[in-house]
C-alpha cells in the first residue's frame, strides 16, 4: 500500500514558524492531490490546504498569507510552512493523499499519523 510519514511537528511561541513534511512511500503507482488537515482537541478535523500534482493550492480562510503549501512530486513529499503561528494553530496535524497503489490499482485516500503542533508563551 502507500504509506505517509510526517515529521516536522513541536512547539512554537506565538508568531514563530514550524515546516512540516510528509513522505509518501510504498507500493505506488500514482499520487495526485496531497493536502494536509488538522484536528484541535474537542473539535472536528478540518482541512487546512491542499496542491494538485500540477501545483494549484487551495487554502483555509484561517491560513491564508501565513501558510505555505507547496510539493516535489520527484520525492512524493508535500510540505507546509507555517509562518506567524498562533494558539489557535494548535492541534495534531495530518498529511493526506489519494493514489493508487500497485497492489490495488484503485485510487485510495491515505493518512499519515499526524504529528503534534502546539503554539504557547
Known amino acids: 500500500q502507500v504509506q505517509l510519514v510526517e515529521s516536522g511537528g513541536g512547539s512554537v511561541q506565538p508568531g514563530g514558524s514550524l515546516r512540516l513534511s510528509c513522505s509518501a512511500s510504498?507500493?505506488?503507482?500514482?499520487?495526485?492531490?496531497m493536502g494536509w488537515y488538522r484536528q484541535a482537541p474537542g473539535k472536528q478535523r478540518e482541512l487546512v490546504t491542499t496542491?494538485?500534482?500540477?501545483?494549484?493550492?487551495t487554502y483555509a480562510d484561517s491560513v491564508k498569507g501565513r501558510f505555505t503549501i507547496s510539493r516535489d512530486n520527484a520525492k512524493n513529499t508535500v510540505y507546509l510552512q507555517m509562518n506567524s503561528l498562533q494558539p489557535e494553530d494548535t492541534a495534531v496535524y495530518y498529511c493526506?493523499?489519494?493514489?493508487?497503489?500497485?497492489?490495488?490499482?484503485?485510487?485510495?485516500?491515505?493518512w499519515g499519523q499526524g504529528t503534534q503542533v502546539t503554539v504557547s508563551s
Open positions: 510504498g507500493s505506488i503507482f500514482a499520487i495526485y492531490a
Open positions: 496542491i494538485t500534482s500540477g501545483g494549484s493550492t
Open positions: 493526506q493523499t489519494q493514489a493508487i497503489s500497485t497492489r490495488t490499482y484503485k485510487r485510495n485516500d491515505y
